[in-house]
């Protein structure tokens, strides 16, 4: 391996330093990996594991049925709804913690649709960020074929110019999964409202890494995962927000007897309750989402625009650091240099980029690999720090150079 630039190596170090996320390390499960794969499952605060044995041990095991009602299992997709509200900008009430992020999509649209149908039964499109993560495609054709919609795939930055008089709901990614992309959701917002639409935003790469503000841009429905940047562990539950100006109307798809406005009436007619409630549907999974309260803790007093500050230095560091050690032309970035159209991540395309990233998991620096030839690197401002970010780019260097790698390299993954 190639020896550190000194110039990189110490600016790390000092950046380090002056870092006022640092602590929050401490609030992680960490070894000496480099872990940039957050974007994809987040990693295990420290705080989960007791809480956890906790829930079993005692709720669970000693408390038993009780606990719906005295371990406040019951209202927990509300009371966790509104911990993840703090983080994506939306006043109590909206959000709750419920289903994966595939099924609020399809709640999202359907209701999304059926709000919009019900002034105007004219608006029968559907607009589909072309790009998405293609669960959100796939769900969004079943969703348009259920409601007698065409569905329109459209790039996500040409969805405001797209939107027209017979669009009803457009349904666009904040930030692209591939290329980390940051898409225009204050602009985006306003043209969809402009034409008469509703918009459904998929926050899953962008919560917990930079400021959403759901209300302040007046969004109408969301959905989102947790096992991302808000570390809930795998298969924590998702979320879905819809405004407050929407609930009465919002007429979910899957109405189960957790979102009735009596659940324990046992009626055999539904009716909706109010608020964020009707968006639940069955029995919550309530070990996951335990755990997923459990890891929000570590949000307290934390900041989302301290968080987008750190992003964006890490990401800006990491870029310089490729291109000070990478040999020219091996590798070239896919995710935008300006600020405003960034996440939280860096994409590279490199030929041989499945082998290179099994190479950099043996040799302790934890990425992805997306088909055909896309190096993802997620930036997690709460536990990762600059020197990590330094070493990254170094190892990755050393790999496309084709030098050798120390045997049992630090953090080495069978
Ligand atoms: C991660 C991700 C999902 C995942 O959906 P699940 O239902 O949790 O599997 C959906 N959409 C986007 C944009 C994602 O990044």
């Given at each position: 391996m190639s020896e550190p630039n000194v110039t990189l190596a110490e600016e790390a170090a000092k950046l380090d330093a002056a870092d006022?996320?640092?602590?929050?390390?401490?609030?992680f499960v960490l070894d000496d990996t480099v872990y940039l794969d957050g974007n994809s499952l987040g990693a295990l605060p420290a705080a989960v594991p007791a809480r956890l044995a906790d829930v079993v041990?005692?709720?669970?095991?000693?408390l038993r049925i009780r606990s719906w009602e005295e371990s406040g299992w019951w209202t927990a997709p509300e009371r966790i709804g509104d911990r993840v509200g703090r983080i994506v900008g939306a006043a109590p009430g909206q959000v709750v913690v419920t289903d994966s992020t595939s099924v609020n999509v399809f709640k999202a649209l359907v209701g999304g649709v059926r709000i919009v149908q019900a002034r105007d039964v004219s608006r029968d499109e559907i607009l589909v960020d072309e790009s998405t993560f293609p669960t959100d495609g796939y769900i969004a054709e079943s969703a348009a074929r259920l409601t007698g919609c065409t569905l329109r795939p459209v790039p996500a930055p040409e969805m405001a110019a797209a939107v027209g008089p017979r669009t009803a709901v457009a349904l666009v990614n904040h930030v692209d999964y591939r290329t980390g992309r940051l898409h225009d959701l204050p602009g985006t917002t306003t043209a969809v409202h402009a034409a008469g639409a509703l918009v459904v935003w998929d926050l899953c790469h962008s919560a917990g890494a930079l400021p959403v503000g759901l209300d302040a841009h007046g969004v109408d429905l969301a959905v989102g995962c947790t096992y991302k940047y808000l570390n809930g562990g795998p298969g924590s539950p998702a979320y879905l927000y819809v405004a407050r100006e929407h609930q009465p109307r919002f007429?979910?798809?899957?109405?189960g007897w957790n979102s009735h406005a009596d659940p324990f009436g046992m009626a055999p007619a539904y009716t909706p309750a109010d608020g964020?409630?009707?968006?639940r549907v069955g029995t919550p999974d309530i070990l996951s989402m335990l755990a997923l309260e459990a890891a929000l803790d570590v949000w307290d007093g934390v900041s989302t625009a301290a968080v987008r500050a750190k992003s964006l230095a890490l990401t800006d560091f990491f870029l310089r650091c490729v291109d000070t050690y990478v040999p020219a032309g091996r590798v070239e970035s896919?995710?935008?240099?300006?600020h405003e159209r960034r996440g939280s991540q860096i994409a590279l395309r490199c030929a041989d980029a499945g082998e290179a990233m099994a190479e950099l998991i043996r040799r302790g620096v934890v990425g992805d690999f997306r088909r055909p030839d896309v190096l993802r690197f997620g930036f997690t401002p709460l536990y990762t720090g600059f020197a990590d970010t330094e070493r990254a780019a170094r190892v990755l260097a050393a790999v496309l150079a084709g030098e050798p790698g120390e045997a049992g390299a630090p953090g080495e993954v069978a």
């Open positions: 006022e996320l640092r602590a929050k390390r401490a609030d041990a005692r709720e669970w095991g000693q007429d979910s798809p899957l109405p964020a409630v009707r968006g896919v995710t935008p240099a300006a």
